[in-house]
């Protein structure tokens, strides 16, 4: 059975940081693509970044709302999915997801393309 497990959320001033976690157990992740989602009050649970594995390199994809602010980077020591998320803003205030595809390493920005989710975690950024 194939676990994602979130956590490093919490409540953020705006302007500072925090670093979310995904580590994954039952499942091997490391060619396949796996992404960050947010959902924030009442609404949809949309795409925040993304990395995948394409013609033997790493890839990235980001949302233009994060762009330039969040980093997605895999820590293959950890065997993690790592989001850095710097100049946070109230705006960012959601519930994060962690997802991975089963089958492809190709980021794509459609949920229902990823075959297993995490839980969640909370952030909170305060103006």
């Known amino acids: 059975q194939v676990w994602l497990v ?8 705006a302007g500072s940081s925090l670093r979310l976690s995904c580590v994954a157990s ?3 992740w490391r ?18 970044a993304g990395t995948g594995w394409s013609d033997g390199a790493d890839t990235t994809l980001y949302a233009d709302s994060v762009k330039g602010r969040f980093t997605i980077s895999r820590d293959l020591t950890k065997k993690s999915v790592e989001l850095q998320m710097n100049d946070l803003k109230p705006e960012d205030t959601a ?7 089963s089958t492809s390493g190709r980021v794509t920005v459609s949920a229902d ?5 995490g839980r969640g975690t909370q952030a909170t950024v305060n103006s």
Not at 6 to 13: C, D, K, P, V
């Open 6 to 13: 979130e956590s490093g959320g919490g409540l953020a001033q």
């Open 26 to 28: 039952g499942y091997n």
């Open 31 to 48: 060619y396949y693509a796996v992404a960050w989602f947010r959902q924030g009050p009442g609404n949809t649970r949309d795409f925040v």
């Open 95 to 101: 519930v994060y997801y962690c997802a991975a595809r």
């Open 113 to 117: 393309r990823y075959t297993y989710w």
